[in-house]
């Protein structure tokens, strides 16, 4: 059974950086498309960026340019490195395979002084 684990969330201040980290077990981590998510107060969950098992990465043009997507394959853990964060990045962060119905329970990040 697919499971996905997040960490690492925390209250940073406008500007700050921070790492997440997403640990995956029940299928082959690293044969997989990865992707991160986030979901804000009132607002549905978005799609944040994409790691193919080849190393290319996609983002949403929000994040491009602060936010890099890695994988370290020996640990079957994903990261999500976030920088010159935004109040607007403050959300639930979710770690999913893609195509995957399976959610972990997220890992909270607060942008704010």
């Known amino acids: 059974q697919e499971k996905f684990v997040e960490s690492g969330g925390d209250l940073v201040p406008p500007g700050g950086s921070l790492r997440l980290s997403c640990a995956g077990s029940?299928?082959?981590?690293?044969?997989?498309?990865m992707t991160w998510h986030r979901q804000s107060p009132d607002k549905a969950r978005e799609w944040v960026a994409t790691l193919f098992p080849g190393g290319a990465t996609y983002y949403t043009d929000s994040v491009t340019g602060r936010f890099t997507v890695s994988r370290d394959k020996a640990k079957d853990t994903m990261y999500l490195q976030m920088k010159s964060m935004k109040p607007e990045d403050t959300a639930v962060y979710y770690c999913?395979?893609?195509?995957?119905?399976?959610w972990g329970q997220g890992s909270q990040v607060t942008v704010a002084n």
């Open positions: 999913q395979k893609h195509e995957s119905t399976t």
């Open positions: 029940g299928f082959s981590f690293s044969d997989e498309t």
